[in-house]
């Protein structure tokens, strides 16, 4: 797993498989982490590069704080 900051927070994430594949990104649900597609990924490498992250105060990124966070809807 990778680190890198955004706006003063580490975020955590995964870029895996060859750079000439396509890119497909996957987002976890709230409440989770991007550990939630580690049974998916290994299908996907073959013939995908993938790029999982963990959501701010999830997993392993950074939480936010001072600022309050609200889903757009």
């Known amino acids: 797993m990778a680190f890198h900051t955004i706006n003063g927070?580490?975020?955590?994430?995964r870029?895996?498989?060859?750079?000439v594949n396509p890119l497909v990104v996957l987002?976890?649900?709230?409440?989770?982490?991007?550990?939630?597609?580690?049974?998916?990924?290994?299908?996907?490498?073959?013939r995908y590069r993938v790029l999982t992250?963990?959501?701010?105060?999830?997993?392993?990124?950074q939480a936010v704080s001072g600022e309050q966070i609200t889903p757009l809807i």
Request: hydrophobic letters at 50%; glycine letters at 10%; a negative charge.
């Open 9 to 13: 927070r580490s975020v955590a994430y």
């Open 15 to 19: 870029l895996l498989g060859a750079e």
């Open 27 to 46: 987002a976890h649900p709230l409440g989770m982490s991007q550990a939630v597609w580690d049974d998916v990924i290994p299908a996907l490498l073959p």
């Open 53 to 61: 992250w963990d959501l701010p105060g999830h997993g392993a990124s």
